[in-house]
């Protein structure tokens, strides 16, 4: 890597975390996303505070859509609370894989609420590429200051796509949602740099669609597990072989 960032206080690596987000490629995509969420909790009858506070608290578009979507068709509670509890179960892998990143001797459990809350992709993406080069005492703060910045900027522009709702076409909308798992997709190609990570990618985009076709409930998870389950298998054959050969 060819880039380091270096800050002289806790404070300072905050507020380069929340420069970074504003910077980032991830903000374009936010702010599309947004704009098509506001506008479906304004299709729905959902008021602005509402949307605001689901996206503090929840911080998970995907699982906002489930909550809004089903609010809005009358889908009873505990339905909706389940099913918005097993959309967040996927982020449960990224805060496991993140959290040693910023943990120091120091770090204590209640320093790690805020980033275990505010871990979605698009900051777990981000940190994974950038907490490796910074000092290990100003990684939480920087961490923090990155999911400020993307919360910042998803409930700004959640409320100007509520407040444009009535000129904002339904396929426009629509179109703005689809940006967030096409970021994803994108990112996590790009941050795929050994042969495992790329034949996770390979294996479950197949099971992903495979799944879909057939209609299997939970095609997302079990494509996720199947397709990095399947490369996990074939590294650790290639690593056999490799060290029998030697």
Same mark, same amino acid.
């Given at each position: ?17 929340? &420069? ?30 509402? *949307? ?148 996770? *990618? ?38 056999? &072989? ?5």
């Amino acid at each position: 890597m060819s880039w380091s960032l270096t800050f002289n206080s806790p404070t300072a690596a905050f507020l380069g975390g929340i &420069k970074w987000a504003w910077t980032s490629v991830f903000v374009i995509v936010m702010a599309g996303t947004y704009i098509g969420l506001g506008a479906l909790a304004h299709d729905f009858g959902l008021s602005a505070l509402w *949307l605001t506070v689901s996206t503090l608290f929840v911080w998970a578009a995907p699982a906002q859509v489930i909550l809004i979507s089903g609010l809005g068709t009358g889908a009873a509670l505990l339905e909706l609370a389940l099913a918005v509890s097993l959309s967040g179960i996927r982020l449960f892998p990224m805060v496991v894989s993140l959290l040693p990143l910023v943990r120091t001797r120091q770090t204590t459990l209640a320093d790690l609420i805020l980033p275990t809350h505010f871990t979605s992709v698009s900051m777990w993406v981000e940190s994974h590429r950038v907490l490796p080069t910074l000092a290990a005492e100003h990684r939480l703060a920087f961490c923090n200051g990155l999911s400020v910045g993307y919360m910042g900027v998803a409930t700004t522009f959640g409320l100007v796509g509520f407040y444009l709702a009535a000129g904002l076409p339904p396929l426009l909308a629509a179109t703005l949602l689809f940006m967030t798992p096409l970021s994803f997709l994108i990112s996590t190609a790009r941050n795929a740099r050994i042969m495992m990570d790329r034949l996770a *990618l390979v294996f479950g985009l197949a099971l992903g669609a495979l799944l879909t076709i057939m209609n299997v409930q939970f095609d997302l998870m079990w494509a996720g597990v199947g397709g990095g389950t399947i490369a996990y298998a074939i590294h650790r054959l290639r690593a056999a &072989k490799a060290g029998a050969a030697s």
